[in-house]
């Protein structure tokens, strides 16, 4: 029987870069470059947390592909793109 990936690690590392992207973008709405400054450090972090995640933990189980792409909700018709096998969320 094949493991199947937790969904929430695609939950955490999806969040985790939306996060990212919004400090990232914040300091173009902001006045203050202090605070602005903070905030790209703080979203870059983000980021890579985020990617961090995606290719320590969501790998493919069949292969072990570190490419898969973390899907909040998932319809059954996600395959690896290397090897082709049918991906499992939990």
Known sequence: MKSKLKRKYAYLCLILFVAGLVCVWLPFL?????????????????????????????????CGYRGLVPQWKGNGNYHCPKCGKKVLWE
């Open 30 to 62: 902001l006045v203050s470059f202090e605070i602005g400054k903070y905030c790209v450090i703080v979203g870059s972090i983000l980021i890579l947390f985020a990617l961090g995640i995606k290719y320590i933990l969501l790998k493919c189980p069949c």
